[in-house]
């Protein structure tokens, strides 16, 4: 946040919400992944924040894609990436939306139950198809596994269900996880897979492609390193799947990718000061050492911050350059009139006038992408930065 651009934007009378990107920081990943994973090609989740620029500046580092959905596939395809680049990465497919990827031969897609197979069988019969396992989803602050994802149990059958429908099945898939706070669950998870790999070799299946789905942390809060989790899973790749296999290595990341290149700075529009039961305070009362304060800010959980509810995200309230004063007992609130719109219930913040703006750094992971226009408050704009020398 220490870039001008802020100040310039502050300097517009402008009060709404807005984000601030650094695109520097979207390539320093993607260095960072490159010397950290090389086995691996990252295919971005646009799920976790499909930004037009942020998708544009993937594509152009030649990062493939994740979709989940037909509007995903299409703003892929829109900004010329080929269809091999794109991994449609959704078990449980609208047969409209499959029918669309057909047409645009986007062909690799997961899948992880029989009727799918059917599906697929209808609608897409020469796609190459990725069996997406149930793996251990316990080490990950959001679990997929109750709803994604073959028990290897059942691989055998699914398989020759495949093979019954002269199917192509090109290789096996899991997600460990999103917000995954334990290397160990994708060594295990790769360890895995390669029984599945056994399975299908012995049905007579030419499996080559291992997709290690996401998880991978993207803010530098995060409980486990990247280096840590890029340590554990190429000492297992290397074990499981070593370079003389001729496995292709894919990946999902999505928030790796962008969680720290947005920061949000949101106006407080409107304030009230409360006593310590939360009754409000009557008249202008000098300052106290109890004095507590309840700030109204244009973005809530109804739009960014959704991820406090559903990313099970921490956020951190900052102001420009006031962290040396008196701060006091604060609660942070959304826009919208539901009472339920709480951002931070009990932060520190020195006492702030309306109009004055903070922001929220890490913002880019599961935030806008999710958000609504609940109440008629609209997504905030994105204004994009990239240092000199990045540049
Ligand atoms: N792939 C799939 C199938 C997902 O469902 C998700 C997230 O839910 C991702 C990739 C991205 O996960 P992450 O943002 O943790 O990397």
Redesign the pocket.
Known sequence: MSNPTIYYQLSKDKDDPFYIVNVGNILKKHKTWLSLLPRVEPFY?V??NDDRNVLATLSALGIGF?CASMAEIKAVLKLGVPPSKIVY??PCKQASHLKFAAKREVSMMTFDNEPELHKVKQLHPTAKLILRLLTDDSKSL?R?GQKYGAPLKTVPNLLQVARNLDLNVVGISF?VG??CYDASAFSSAVEIAKTAFDYGKSMGFQFDILDI????PGSPRATVSFEEISATLNKALNKHFPVESGVRIIA?????YVASAFNLAVNVIAKRQVNDDNTQAQGKQHAYRNQKYMYYVNDGVYGSFNCLLYDHAIVYPKTLGRDNEQQYSSSIWGPTCDGLDCVMKECMLPELDVGDWMYFEDMG?YTAAAASNFNGFQKPLAYYVIEEKVW
Do not use: I, V
């Open positions: 989740a799920k976790c994740d990465a959704n959001c997929l997600h999103s917000g789905g996401g998880g991978f999902e990341p999505g928030r790796y992971a």
